[in-house]
């Protein structure tokens, strides 16, 4: 595995690239291509997307560096593209996520099957900087485009019998070469407690760095549970489901010793082969220490009093 190791705190804000600045860059590209491809290239782009620069920032951000868009779109976690840290960067480039459309069902009111564009219309889409923070011990600070999941899952009305919430990822090898592969039981699922989906953090992401959600990054529309380990986080969406019983989740059956249906960031528990007190923000230089890794992330006074009364070893 190719370790890029630089803490983040020691790069020089002339290496970071800020979104205006990749707003800008796009706008140079766009005039050097000339107004022709300006405008095919803009008619390319959902309506929605167009919103994208005068975003508001979520209170809950960050105000930690942020790692670049490179490394954020090349040192990807996504086995549908492959298991590699580069492969996703270069096996999702042709994965086409138009159109797509998104399945509501089980226990709620108002189940359906949406168009992306229909899906996210109704919601005020925010930037939020929120820490990533990988099972395998690195960590990134990410600026999403997104929106609130509580929201989005009230617009469904679910019901008293609703005590989870599913996500389930596309399954089509034509499309995803790496499921092809059976390293994991496709396709990808991924859950939630009722009460962990409704909290104010988490986000269905669509961008990043005001950009449309990179393919290696979870095109066209992701989940981000800023204080749970990477893999919580389930990419290109095609299924929500309302359930009464624990889902399955994919990474709990493929090794339920290592991954926990909580999976909270946790420097108390060890993974059974490595320990998690400490991360490796990605961008630090090779020779910087990998800084100390914070109960649920960070994220504590948002999230600790969902699992008040719960022992965070049994239930990791
Ligand atoms: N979702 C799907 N469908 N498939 C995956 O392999 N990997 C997870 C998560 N979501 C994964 C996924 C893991 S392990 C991590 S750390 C994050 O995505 C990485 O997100 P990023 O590549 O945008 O940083």
């Known amino acids: 595995m190719a370790i890029l190791i630089r803490k983040a705190t020691d790069i020089k804000p002339s290496e970071i690239t800020p979104r205006s600045v990749y707003l800008d860059r796009r706008r140079f ?6 107004a022709s491809v300006l405008l095919a290239g803009d008619a390319m782009l959902p309506a929605w997307a167009k919103r994208w620069p005068e975003l508001a ?3 809950h951000s960050t105000d930690e560096v942020l790692n670049s868009f490179e490394d954020i779109t090349t040192y990807n976690n996504f086995y549908e593209f492959g298991t590699g840290k580069s ?3 270069k096996n999702a480039v042709n ?7 998104i399945t509501v069902e089980g226990e709620c009111s108002k189940p359906g099957t949406f168009d992306l564009e ?8 925010q930037e939020y ?8 011990g690195w960590s990134m600070v990410i600026p999403w485009v997104g929106f609130s999941l509580a929201d989005m899952l009230k617009t469904f009305e679910p019901n008293a019998n609703a005590k989870y919430v599913e996500f389930t990822t596309l399954y089509d090898k034509s499309r995803m070469p790496g499921q092809k592969r059976r390293v994991l039981d496709w396709p990808y ?9 409704m909290n104010e953090l988490p986000i269905m992401a669509v961008g990043l760095y005001g950009e449309i959600l ?5 095109a066209p529309i992701r989940l981000v549970v800023p204080w749970k380990y990477g893999f919580k986080s389930i990419k290109s969406i095609v299924k929500i489901r309302f359930m009464e019983t624990q889902p399955r989740t994919t990474w709990n059956e493929s090794a339920p010793r290592e991954y926990g249906f909580y999976s909270n960031v946790n420097p108390n528990v060890d993974h059974p082969r490595w320990s998690q007190k400490k991360e490796r923000r990605i961008g630090a230089p090779i020779w910087k220490p990998k800084i100390d890794t914070l109960m649920f992330n960070g994220y504590g006074e948002q999230v600790a009093h969902l699992y008040q009364g719960m022992d965070l070893v049994k239930n990791f």
Do not use: T
């Not at 590209?29 to 000339?34: I, K, V």
């Not at 994965?95 to 459309?101: Q, V």
């Not at 900087?129 to 395998?136: M, Q, S």
């Open 57 to 59: 920032k979520s209170p």
């Open 214 to 218: 990179p393919n290696q990054n979870g």
């Open 87 to 89: 492969d996703p960067a």
């Open 118 to 125: 229909d899906f996210i219309k109704p919601y005020a889409l």
């Open 95 to 101: 994965f086409d996520p138009k159109p797509w459309s």
């Open 29 to 34: 590209m766009q005039h050097a291509l000339g």
């Open 129 to 136: 900087i929120y820490r990533l923070r990988c099972v395998e």
């Open 189 to 197: 699922v991924e859950g939630l407690r009722i009460d962990e989906a």
